[in-house]
């Protein structure tokens, strides 16, 4: 069974500063993967998508890479800034049928 | 503006009672789903329907029910065999393989707390 983990669950950051969230799944045969943005009571925003065959994806200041093998796909956010804090979840598919197996979420804090 | 509009924002449901949130989108997207997120928690897969009149169960459907009657609308009923439906809920939909590099869209969600 697929298990997706995000480590770590909480993050605070000066503003400014470049960071990394993780995410790994137990099962490499993914469809595809995407990064969302959820503010506090709000959905999901989706960021980015990668499918399978793809190594990164970029978007302004974030890129997301993938690294299938291990089981592996980082978030990367460039000059972090106070808007950016939210909590951020990763989410693999594992076919078409698009259904999402999630991670628990890193809830970043940016702090001015 | 396109999107998927979720209502209402906030439910109560009473013991015993069976209540149905809504879930309509102006897309064009083929899928539906249903996700339960519960406080610190990922999103669980409820229900999801890739085409009309037809739906398929996720993780966690026992005391749910779903309908797929139009393309746009996917409603979510929560009856009295749920146990502990206070959660958020939220509905998404996306083209899935018509066009896979698409990705998914989600509703603003319904709070559901049982008084």
């Known amino acids: 069974k697929q298990e997706v983990t995000q480590i770590p669950a909480a993050l605070s950051v000066p503003e400014g500063e470049n960071l990394v969230l993780n995410c790994s799944f137990t099962?490499?045969?993914?469809?595809?993967l995407q990064w969302f943005r959820q503010d506090p009571g709000k959905g999901l925003t989706s960021l980015l998508l990668?499918?399978?065959?793809?190594r990164e994806q970029t978007s302004g200041r974030l890129n997301a890479s993938l690294d299938k093998s291990s089981g592996r796909s980082t978030l990367y956010i460039a000059a972090s800034q106070p808007g950016d804090s939210a909590t951020y979840l990763c989410?693999?598919?594992?076919?078409?049928?698009?259904?999402?197996?999630f991670g628990s979420g890193t809830r970043l804090l940016v702090r001015p | 503006d396109g999107g998927i509009t979720q209502s209402p924002k906030y439910l109560f449901r009473k013991e015993g009672q069976n209540v149905t949130l809504s879930c309509e989108q102006n897309?064009?997207?083929?899928?539906m789903y249903w996700y339960r997120q519960d406080p610190g928690q990922g999103l669980r897969l409820i229900y999801y329907?890739?085409?009309?009149?037809?739906?398929q169960k996720g993780d966690i459907a026992e005391g749910y029910s779903v309908s797929r009657e139009k393309k746009e609308s996917f409603p979510l009923t929560v009856t009295s065999a749920q146990k502990n439906p206070t959660a958020f809920y939220l509905c998404?939909?996306?083209?899935?393989?018509?066009?896979?590099?698409?990705?998914?869209?989600f509703g603003s969600g319904t709070r559901l707390t049982v008084v």
């Open positions: 099962d490499s045969a993914i469809y595809n």
């Open positions: 990668i499918q399978s065959s793809q």
């Open positions: 989410a693999v598919s594992m076919d078409s049928s698009y259904k999402l197996i």
């Open positions: 998404a939909s996306s083209m899935g393989i018509r066009d896979p590099n698409y990705g998914y869209t």
């Open positions: 329907s890739q085409i009309v009149n037809d739906f």
């Open positions: 897309l064009n997207h083929d899928a």
